[in-house]
């Protein structure tokens, strides 16, 4: 498939999906129980100013859907309903708008909530995917060269246990000990009460707090992308053309490194960012264990208080943001690969 | 499956298995953990769920002679509450698996089997829901619904299947074109029976190694769930344990006892899964782990030479 | 025509630079002394597999030596053998390979690294994979000009790249291009130029002609053929073609089971053979002259290297073997000034 055409489709695959995942969040919260629009209404915590503008902004007194009038299927309703007046379509407008509504708990918009969490969990986030991809893959590659030596099983056999911690409980026993011997804090992404007389003191404060969620969330991904690296490599290691350049006379150093980590790199690349989904349920505990003011903590804390409008918005930009790393994960690869760049 | 052995019955896998050192290993870790689930309340020294009246010095009280593991924040012994909590995790991890396994599995299978639109919608369906994050997606769900154990099984039931029916599929297709299906076929046999007779045996094996790292994924995501107060808080379990220790201050009272053993129960758990699954893989797909720049003891190992020439 | 026509007829087209047999085998320099090569591969729990035992044979500069047998009766060990270049599992476990009198089992690692490519470099089976896709033809070749000369400068590497394409008959312009967009064959000749980028003093091709269609196995042969006559070149030619051998190359070493069955001159394996395996195998190649009989094969399979007979290992198969064969391990006489077969029917 040529690159545009390729492109195209995977570009198309990612609108669907998105949309598929559009359509999910939209039943998923009026079919459940736990019906946001009609129950926010009843909702003692919301003002009436709030309540006045969900209904509006909802549209609860208009149909759901063309020929339902709500989600009982058996009830039918209008079918000739202008269908960009269905609470469906309000919806879908909505979302482009950036309308995630609001929330139950701070009468806050959601969108508000979560621009300003975003950027703390992609901070938490980046670190400890750089670290563990660095450590993960050097080690990886060892093991991989080393294959079947003392230093390859020690590093499959602590992958193996990395892999088999919660996350969440790893992070309690860091807490637990980082805290109490080596006096680091407790949580939350900076001191409370400040006082920094420089930038530089303000950052150096952010970075001590960040040091034990980082590290928990290094340990958590390092085993796995140390046996995908692993694995990668034997297999590269493993090809016609790596015994070429053994006959060439190349060391084994400039062969791992001009034949074999290029040709690792490829399925690696993907797998990073097949990987967020991962990340993301790693990011949810790990904030909720230090209190670090992300998009995880955000839904422990919704999910604690039941709300909904914010529970629905997070999940539509955690959704949303994986899909596009998984797209952008196919159009790296495509360009990475020569092969598939059949021109 | 080049160079694979054949294993036509499950007892055949079996008698492979004995040998594995690796998944002889995780088997008895698991086994240990199910006897322990099992013989619950034989073990434990204390019912977890008989009301004790308490002072303020039973609270989070350090191990002692009474109470081994010392007591949580409700003053109820640690060690019973483990005993206990692993009959809650090992039951949501195993039906919940078995609900993906069944999903994903049949799937896989009619996917694979049938071809064509139906596989194309069927993987491409697959396809979407693997990229959807899975804890996002039950947070949600089981938010919207009542916090139960039933509810958590279906739900961490109906999302882990993805991976299931993709190994499945892609076994089937295998399976499918090699000589006995297609004489079968030739012979006039119908489907139904060529997709028992033929396709889940060989089908079957694969089956079960997946399971095994299912039913570990499943139990992490209950503890995950319970860790976050997604689960029937008046069930004991480890992740539940976990969750009332760190929102009831045993960090600040330094009552390690309440934080350790439920994680040890939890990681004890997934290792067997995970060991047994791996060696379960080295069984059904015995690779030799080699490559051109491995370097064996010498290659050049003459033993003392004859005389020169 | 008959094979042994053929490798008769030949004698007399030969250039200068090659091989010159009326002056005898001697007259050219030694490059390769191969002596009693063993080689086995170990795996745990199991005794060893020895796939070559005591294999001996030289080779001299312009000297083509054809290497021919069945699959598995060990050609490709041994010649992975003579550049250290064994899977994990292998060890040379005896013997000496003398390179310009220099025994290459006694270079260090570092040493042999060194050794590779520069004076001996090897084309493998299935040229297909041998080379790396995500990399360029040119650069590739590059890569071992620069391993084995300091730094020459970059203008001059290019032009020596694009010169080896050249010579194997693919366009210069060619060089920045991706392995997949070459076909099979032309991939192959690439390999031979990467294989010639150092000069090398001897080139081992393995089956270079296996998986690629027959009109283009004519051409990298005769490609061969001709680089051998320019340039000078020792080949050692691993084939299980019958007809290659009696086409190009100068001498025959016939492997069975990893032992020497027959090692002489091409003229002599065709019209003399002396072990009952090289009748055989020259028994059933098809010949155009001879079209009207029935094909022939050698009954039975080859000998499992982890289930030896005890004897000659061609005895079970063998049609001329006695009592004498199924117990007692044929020794390698010398038939000839240049001519040897491990068979007790030879023994003088």
Redesign the interface.
Known sequence: MSGYRYLLNRLGWAV??IL??IV?NFF??RI???DPARAGIRDPRLTREAVEAIRVRFGLDRPVINCFESLNPLRFGDCAVNPLQTQFFIYISNLLRGEFGFSYHSNRPVIDLLVERLGNTVLLIGAGEILAILIGLTIGVIA??K??TPVDYSALVSS??A????????G??L??IG??EFNLP?GGKATPGGGFTSSWEYYRDIGRHMILPTLTFTIVFVGEYMLIMRSTM?EV???DF??TA?AKGLR?FQ??KNH?LRNSMLPMVTIIALN???I??GA??IE??FSWPGIGQL??EA??R?D?PV??G??MI??VS??FA?LAADLLYSVLDPRVRAE | MQGSPEFTTLRGLWRHMARNKLGLVGLGMLVLAVLTAVFAPAIAPYDPYAPVKITIDDIYAAPSQTHLLGTDDAGKDVLSNFVYGSRVSLIVGFFASFISIFIGGLIGIVAGFYGGWTETILMRFT??ML???????A???V????PSLLNIIFVIGIIGWTGTARLVRSQTLSVKERKFVLRARAIGAGRPYIVRRHILPMVLPLMVANTVLVI?LAI?EE??LS????SDPTVVSWGQM?NYA?TRGA?SA?A?WA??P??FG??WV??GC??LG?GMEQVLNPRL???????????????K?TAA? | MSMAAAASNRKADWSQTGLKMSGGRESAPLLLDV?NVTVEF?SPGNPPARAVEDVSFTLREGEMLGLVGESGCGKTTLMLSLL?L??????????EIRYLGHDL?DLSESEMEDVRWKDISMIFQGAMNALNPVRTIGDQIREAILRHNSLPPREAINDRVRALLEMVGISPDRKDQYPHQYSGGMRQRAMIAMALSCNPQVLIADEPTTALDVMVQAQILELLDTLRHNLGLAVILVTHDLGVVAEICDSVLVMYGGVTAEYTGVDTVFNDPQHPYTRQLLAAFPDLSRSKEALRSIPGYPPRLDDLPPGCRFAPRCDLAFDRCHIEKPVLHRLGEFHQASCHLVEP
């Open positions: 669907l999906t598929f995942v999910l998923l919260f459940l129980p736990g991989a060269w294959v079947r193996l246990v892999w088999s911690l919660p996350t969440f409980w790893l309690i026993i807490l637990f805290s109490r407790i034997i290691l493993s090809e790596i015994l053994k084994a062969t791992l074999a967020l989904g991962f993301v349920a949810i505990q909720t264990v839904i422990y999910v604690g039941r909904y529970l629905q997070a999940f955690i959704a994986v899909i998984n | 396809d979407i990229v959807i994050p899975d804890l996002p997606l947070v949600v769900l938010a919207l619904t009542k570990s992490l503890s995950t860790f976050l107060g997604l976990l760190f960090m330094g390690w934080l350790v439920p994680g939890i990681v997934v290792l995970t060991l791996h782990e080699t490559h051109h720049l491995a370097v064996g003891k010498g290659m050049v190992a003459r033993r030479e020439q | 002596r170990v250290r064994l899977p994990a599992a292998g060890r040379i476990v005896s013997g089992l």
